[in-house]
């Protein structure tokens, strides 16, 4: 099964970094990368913007903020990366991932969402979303 609609991406994946913002450890350094990360998520299309310096998620475009790099896959592809289940350069290399913009920033944050899997399947979990779980 996949997320329902776009206010479910934005839920779950964009509420990832919400959580992230808010780490003692993970917050300062997402903020200093001073990336502007775009994801343009399809089945269901959804597209969100993380500010990183403004510590920000917007569902859609955020006004006046270019993005440094679009991420684009399904959004069960997304869903399983925050489960810990996709492999970025793989996932890249085999074109489940697309990226346009700086990739080597990208590939910077991996380490700092490893911590935050277990966080991301306990959120689906709480809220009844077994079915997310992959």
């Known amino acids: 099964m996949s997320f329902a609609n776009e206010d479910e991406v934005r839920r779950y994946i964009g509420g990832i ?3 992230a913002f808010k780490d003692q450890e993970i917050g ?7 990336l502007v990360l775009k994801f343009a998520f399809t089945e269901p299309d959804a597209h969100i913007v993380i500010d990183m310096p403004e510590q920000q998620v917007h569902l859609g475009d955020a006004p006046g903020k270019e993005p440094s790099a679009t991420m684009s896959m399904q959004s069960e592809t997304g869903n399983a990366y925050w489960q810990g ?5 793989f996932a890249m290399a085999r074109g489940k991932i697309k990226v346009d913009g700086n990739v080597a920033n990208l590939l910077k944050l991996a380490p700092l969402g490893k911590k935050l899997y277990p966080v991301y399947i306990e959120t689906l979990r709480n809220d ?3 079915d997310l779980l992959v």
């Open 17 to 19: 970094f919400e959580t």
């Open 85 to 89: 289940k996709v492999n970025l350069p």
């Open 28 to 34: 300062p350094k997402l903020v200093e990368t001073g």
């Open 128 to 130: 009844g979303r077994t």
